[in-house]
């Protein structure tokens, strides 16, 4: 039997979810009992984010390491080169800084296997890796600028077509002809309000995204505040997803409940994608207020249902026959 989600329900299960999932975190060792070398480790650590034992995934189609030291390479000495491909996982065996290097100073050991084991600079490191974790890869899908570009054209495009054949079939539509439903339009705010947060991260504290992207977690006990409020918006709106696929399709015959869906998802697509570049911008902050309340308006305006038929429980806008079974409520 599959459970019936209300707004109340859905936040009960919001509370427990991020509840159960605090953790304190690692504790910091004593700066007395560190060594120089470990305590020069953290420094680095803090500043770049990652650290010998890392995990990088190499995401170039090929990526040049050499064998010797950096010392060598820069007095012009024969050195061996290996390639390192798209996919292969290489962990930092040995981080080192060269003051005499005015290309850059960091040089970076990887490693693939006991074999294939070098040094890059930094710099060429990390254009061509990234951190071997799928929200790392999941950030890297979505914050890639040219793929933003195409999916804002393919989501109004997409959008623009499924909203009209919908109109035209005069089906029901979040925000224009909607379902007496508050979950479809809690879905887009969250959906809106989740890409200005994202991208306001990225604009007003890139170091602490840099260190989200290297250290991924969906924890929100375990960020920062901002970082907190983004995942649990985040997580809000996974919530309130699986309570409007409910929801709709328990008020929408099949065909009709698939349409509606699909005019959902294309409006997300949109709202995410135009708040996530507006507010780049800094117009995303003056058009999510315009948003919010011009979709709490349109929300109020659509018509109610007062009640329910009598056979098979359907809501009815008034009385009569049952669009649905058929059967006449006086």
């Given at each position: 039997?599959?459970?019936?989600?209300?707004?109340?329900?859905?936040?009960?299960?919001?509370?427990?979810?991020?509840?159960?999932?605090?953790?304190?975190?690692?504790?910091?060792?004593?700066?007395?009992?560190?060594?120089?070398?470990?305590?020069?480790?953290?420094?680095?650590?803090?500043?770049h984010?990652?650290?010998?034992?890392?995990?990088?995934?190499?995401?170039?189609?090929?990526?040049?390491?050499?064998?010797?030291?950096?010392?060598?390479?820069?007095?012009?000495?024969?050195?061996?080169?290996?390639?390192?491909?798209?996919?292969?996982?290489?962990v930092?065996?040995?981080?080192?800084?060269?003051?005499?290097?005015?290309?850059?100073?960091?040089?970076?050991?990887?490693?693939?296997?006991?074999?294939?084991?070098?040094?890059?600079?930094?710099s060429?490191?990390?254009?061509?890796?990234?951190?071997?974790?799928?929200?790392?890869?999941?950030?890297d899908?979505?914050?890639?600028?040219?793929?933003?570009?195409?999916?804002?054209?393919?989501?109004?495009?997409?959008?623009?077509?499924?909203?009209?054949?919908?109109?035209?079939?005069?089906?029901?539509?979040?925000?224009?002809?909607?379902?007496?439903?508050?979950?479809?339009?809690?879905?887009?705010?969250l959906?809106?309000?989740?890409?200005?947060?994202?991208?306001?991260?990225?604009?007003?504290?890139?170091?602490?995204?840099?260190?989200?992207?290297?250290?991924p977690?969906?924890?929100?006990?375990?960020?920062?505040?901002?970082?907190?409020?983004?995942?649990?918006?985040?997580?809000?709106?996974?919530?309130?997803?699986?309570?409007?696929?409910?929801?709709?399709?328990?008020?929408?015959?099949?065909?009709?409940?698939?349409?509606?869906?699909?005019?959902?998802?294309?409006?997300?697509?949109?709202?995410?994608?135009?708040?996530?570049?507006?507010?780049?911008?800094?117009?995303?902050?003056?058009?999510?207020?315009?948003?919010i309340?011009?979709?709490?308006?349109?929300?109020?305006?659509?018509?109610?249902?007062?009640?329910?038929?009598?056979?098979?429980?359907?809501?009815?806008?008034?009385?009569?026959?049952?669009?649905?079974?058929?059967?006449?409520?006086?």
């Amino acid at each position: 039997m599959l459970m019936r989600f209300s707004l109340k329900n859905t936040i009960f299960l919001l509370l427990v979810l991020l509840t159960s999932c605090y953790n304190r975190g690692q504790q910091t060792p004593d700066a007395l009992s560190l060594s120089e070398a470990e305590i020069d480790s953290i420094s680095f650590y803090s500043t770049h984010h990652y650290t010998e034992g890392y995990n990088f995934q190499v995401r170039a189609d090929s990526l040049p390491i050499i064998r010797q030291l950096p010392a060598e390479a820069l007095i012009d000495m024969p050195v061996d080169t290996l390639q390192l491909y798209r996919k292969n996982v290489v962990v930092v065996a040995d981080i080192v800084t060269v003051p005499a290097d005015t290309i850059d100073s960091i040089w970076v050991k990887v490693a693939r296997d006991e074999e294939t084991l070098g040094w890059i600079h930094e710099s060429q490191l990390l254009t061509g890796v990234s951190p071997d974790d799928p929200i790392s890869a999941f950030i890297d899908f979505f914050s890639n600028a040219h793929l933003l570009i195409f999916l804002a054209i393919i989501a109004v495009t997409g959008a623009l077509y499924v909203l009209r054949r919908l109109m035209r079939r005069r089906a029901k539509i979040v925000h224009l002809n909607d379902i007496p439903s508050f979950y479809p339009t809690l879905l887009c705010l969250l959906v809106a309000t989740s890409a200005t947060l994202y991208s306001s991260i990225q604009l007003f504290d890139p170091e602490m995204w840099r260190h989200f992207y290297y250290h991924p977690t969906l924890n929100p006990y375990a960020v920062p505040f901002w970082l907190c409020v983004f995942l649990c918006s985040l997580w809000a709106a996974v919530l309130v997803a699986v309570a409007t696929l409910d929801d709709v399709r328990r008020r929408l015959p099949f065909g009709e409940a698939i349409l509606y869906l699909l005019g959902l998802v294309a409006t997300c697509a949109v709202v995410y994608v135009v708040f996530s570049v507006l507010t780049m911008y800094y117009v995303g902050y003056l058009l999510l207020p315009v948003y919010i309340v011009w979709a709490l308006r349109r929300y109020r305006r659509q018509p109610r249902s007062h009640y329910r038929c009598g056979h098979c429980g359907a809501e009815l806008q008034e009385k009569g026959h049952c669009p649905r079974c058929g059967a006449l409520n006086v």
